[in-house]
């Protein structure tokens, strides 16, 4: 018996040898996106009515000052940077934002920062359907499709444009709201007060806000980049997949003679004998 010929060939691996981690990763990582995406809208749009729907971030405030008098008692102390003592008598001085000679940034760069979130979270959920039921990977035994691996490529794609958009949405708006921030530094209310006790004090809220500004705040100065990691981190696993080749195995063909030596039987059994050990396939499943 002679080889003839020798290759190796990558067919697809039945989906039950094909790791869930994979699939169940690609869930959690689009749910997280999603759960982000939303944070951030509706965190934007809750600081944007606080400020009676002008722009804030970005914006350059206008500051009005008030002071007067009250007299110090058992409910009034004269404690605070804003609220001076003289005698038994606390002089208060008193600012605001003068909506009207404030410079708010245009609406525009807003419904950019609001909706660009939005969308992706619309775009994750078509997504996050397509794993849930094409992902396993392989053959595609019990899925709905012959081949579910189809999906990994475009996935990719997907994961990588939506990395670069989210990047880009997470920095500007980052920048615009410590642009923001910035300005009450004019604005010397009390030295142990954050941007977000700021923004508290200067807003226009009404009582009843669902979530006060200054919880909208630290979302927002968390959630954008979490949004943006989970997108990195799905382009990660991505690319991975392709690269280990998780859906595929491997399948080794030899090409032989055989010699006609024997009987008509014993050449029929020899044949089956050589073709069962000429043609081999690797079906263990390849591990991380």
């Known amino acids: 018996m002679a080889v003839l010929l020798s290759y190796h060939r990558l067919i697809e691996k039945d989906s039950k040898y094909i790791n869930n981690c994979w699939k169940s990763s690609i869930l959690v990582i689009l749910f997280v996106s999603i759960s982000s995406s939303v944070a951030i809208t509706f965190s934007l749009q809750s600081l944007k009515k606080s400020f009676r729907n002008n722009c804030f971030m970005g914006a350059k405030p206008s500051f009005i000052h008030s002071s007067g008098l009250i007299t110090a008692n058992n409910n009034i102390t004269c404690h605070s940077n804003s609220v001076y003592s003289v005698g038994e008598t606390c002089m208060y001085v008193k600012s605001v934002i003068d909506e009207l000679t404030s410079k708010w940034n245009n609406q525009d760069f807003c419904e950019y920062l609001i909706y660009t979130p939005l969308f992706h979270a619309l775009t994750g959920v078509i997504w996050l359907a397509l794993f849930s ?38 920095s500007v708006g980052g920048n615009a709201l410590k642009e923001f921030c910035d300005e009450f530094n004019k604005v010397h209310l009390n030295d142990d007060f954050d941007c977000g006790q700021m923004i508290l004090y200067f807003s226009w809220q009404e009582n009843d806000e669902l979530i006060r500004p200054d919880k909208s705040y630290y979302l927002l100065k968390v959630f954008p980049w979490i949004w943006a990691t989970s997108y990195i981190t799905g382009t990660l696993v991505m690319l991975l997949r392709i690269l280990l080749v998780t859906d595929f195995q491997l399948m080794k063909i030899v090409i032989s003679t055989i010699s006609k030596e024997t009987d008509d039987d014993d050449y029929e059994q020899q044949s089956i004998d050589n073709l069962k050990e000429n043609v081999v396939i690797n079906s263990k499943p390849l591990e991380l």
């Open 133 to 170: 039921m094409h992902g396993p990977g392989g053959k595609g035994n019990g899925s709905i499709i012959a081949k579910p691996w189809r999906i990994i490529f475009p996935s990719f794609i997907f994961f990588v444009l939506c990395a670069i958009s989210a990047l880009i949405c997470a």
